[in-house]
């Protein structure tokens, strides 16, 4: 299978303060394999879509979206020739997806919908061998329909943002000035969300261990790898960093399970890389997270990652948690769930989303830190027994300390606000 894409360094900019209502193209991929085109904006947009014949082509544009740079162009051969991405004007981004001479495409024949206001599916459906012998020298232009939101994650139906907290969240920005966050809560009774920058990529640091260890799982389920099976520490997997793996000889032997705990509960570098090597390496695992839907997860390097080229999202890491909490989705078998999450309530840094909990609460998340970075995500379980979804990543300046009181602030706001007794009934 061939995956294309572009990162956020090629085709996404950061926002400035005048354009601060704007949304900012963040990535985008198209999937030869099952011609389906995938766009993530930095916020909500609305897409309009149309067709154009001779050649045919489908035209995409995303009102309020800015794309710094000169129009990008790809080719990829077979049915789709090359899509084009440019501006229209300064408020206006186009991707045009030209398919190859002697194809077309109708329009009920494409899908466009969302999962959220910020990620757009385009499924071409259908595309066909043309049947006119003459091209018209008419160009026509056909409106196509764009479908409404679906289910985030197929799990969860959007509600609302929430302004209480949204405006709660806003000041506290305000006096964090130094910092750039991206963040997305969500409430699972309600669909309601809290969403800033939830899109944007960042280095990932550790937190691109969990969708690793959700891929492990994956495997167990599947009978590929077996969790008392031996993995062998090789000298090209030991790196620096977190973990204590690293000061043992090469050759050593560890579990599996072993190996995934220190992965997680000491977020241990050489582990990662040892499971990221027996599920067959960085280029599968992406393929993988494309397959749940995460658009902006990406693993470049080995484990430690210090530049910070692995990547991923807020919301990324929420919509991989919203399909570990859905028992009719089948990621993951209810065993292979309940070791997943027993794993990641053992994490032993707790001072991120854990220190803005109330006393009771139980939390299963991966936190990561660069020195430029700090992260976390996972699932939060009130006394209640209400359950909502984090992810946050913060950018700071290097080992600046504020960015761990910023987010154990917000964590603290979304619990206090998410606890009141009449919440559960707001959508």
């Avoid at 991929?29 to 050649?55: H, K, M, W």
Wanted: no cysteine.
């Amino acid at each position: 299978m061939r995956l294309r894409f572009f990162l956020p360094s090629v085709i996404s900019i950061l926002l400035l303060s005048s354009a601060a209502k704007a949304a900012s193209l963040e990535s985008w991929y198209f999937d030869t394999a099952q011609n389906q085109l995938n766009i993530t904006t930095e916020s909500g947009v609305q897409p309009r879509a149309f067709l154009i014949n001779n050649p045919t082509r489908l035209v995409i544009d995303l009102p309020k979206t800015q794309l710094d740079g000169n129009t990008v162009r790809q080719r990829f051969g077979s049915k789709v020739q090359e899509i084009r991405i440019g501006k229209v004007d300064s408020d206006t981004t186009r991707l045009v997806v030209e398919l190859a001479p002697g194809y077309t495409i109708s329009p009920e024949k494409l899908l466009i919908k969302g999962d959220s206001s910020s990620h757009w599916i385009v499924n071409f459906a259908s595309i066909e061998r043309s049947n006119d012998n003459i091209a018209s020298s008419v160009e026509e232009k056909i409106p196509v329909t764009i479908g409404g939101v679906s289910p985030f994650a197929g799990v969860v139906p959007l509600g609302r943002e929430i302004s209480q907290l949204s405006s709660q969240v806003k000041g506290l920005m305000a006096r964090y000035g130094s910092l750039e966050p991206g963040m997305f809560f969500l409430d699972l009774d309600t669909g309601n969300y809290l969403d800033f920058n939830g899109e944007k990529a960042f280095p990932a640091a550790s937190t691109i261990k969990f969708p690793v260890l959700v891929a492990l799982f994956q495997e167990v389920d599947a009978g590929r790898v077996k969790l008392n099976e031996s993995l062998v520490m090789r000298r090209d997997l030991m790196t620096g960093g977190s973990g204590v793996i690293q000061y043992k000889r090469p050759g050593t032997k560890f579990s599996l399970l072993d190996t995934a705990t220190k992965m997680i509960t000491i977020s241990d570098n050489t582990a990662t890389n040892m499971i990221i090597d027996r599920l067959g390496g960085k280029a599968k695992l992406n393929q993988r997270f494309r397959n749940w839907g995460l658009q902006n997860t990406v693993i470049r390097n080995l484990l430690g990652d210090f530049k910070g080229t692995n990547t991923t999202s807020a919301k990324d890491l929420v919509r991989l948690s919203a399909l570990i909490v859905n028992q009719n989705n089948q990621v993951l078998s209810n065993s292979s769930r309940s070791q997943v999450l027993s794993l990641m309530r053992r994490v032993e840094n707790r001072s991120l989303l854990p220190s803005g909990l109330g006393k009771g609460a139980v939390i299963a998340h991966k936190t990561g830190t660069l020195g430029v970075l700090l992260g976390d995500a996972g699932i939060i379980e009130m006394p209640s027994g209400k359950r909502y979804l984090a992810g946050i990543m913060v950018r700071r300046p290097f080992n600046d300390l504020r960015g761990k009181a910023f987010i154990s602030q917000v964590s603290r706001l979304v619990y206090s606000y998410l606890g009141q007794p009449n919440i559960a009934s707001q959508r």
